[in-house]
């Protein structure tokens, strides 16, 4: 696989509203983890729709991932122009730092929102650019927008080759539940030098 898009939820269908929440470096870190084995096997892009959410999470990953792997690229394509118009001013700075950092970024229409239609030309571009979708997304928490993209992603693979992995609550709650033990056991340890 050399092209991998990566999406999930809007970061307010996990009620997160800015940049400062603690789930934030737990789903990053999951991210991080599915990307290293196929890095491995000769990963090339990380191609994101560039939503508020996953998607940025998702960059922020590929770019921490460069230190380790400097041949990855990462893409942002969006279905619109000037997506980030209507957010409030640290969003858009945080959206703009993201694209300086990132190899690749266009919108697929130029114009700016006119209607759904947008959204299903960047899909189809995405899915025709891409070998594989890795996929922020857990229906047992309900139903959300990532539901549509990954029934795609599943007729895709059904007929032709391509991979469809998932990252579910239960492994972002792991790594959070690690993280926090690892917390707890250092400071136990420093505990136990000061005594």
Known sequence: MKNLLVTGYRAHELGIYNNKHEGIPYIRKAIISRLIPLL??????????????????????????????????????????????????????????????????????????????????????????????????????GEASPKYIKQRALKKQAMEDYTVITIGAEEIQAIADEDRQNLEEESTAQDDILW
């Open 40 to 141: 491995e096997e000769g990963l090339e892009w990380v191609i994101t729709p560039g939503q508020y959410g996953v998607d940025l999470w998702a960059c922020e990953a590929a770019i921490e991932l460069r230190r380790q792997y400097p041949a990855l690229k990462c893409s942002i394509l969006t279905a619109f122009g000037n997506p980030e118009e209507q957010w409030k001013e640290d969003k858009k700075a945080y959206y703009q730092d993201l694209i300086s950092k990132v190899d690749f970024y266009a919108p697929v229409s130029k114009e700016p929102y006119k209607g759904p239609w947008q959204f299903a030309a960047r899909d189809e571009l995405l899915f025709r650019k891409t070998d594989g979708i890795l996929l922020v997304y857990d229906e047992e928490m």
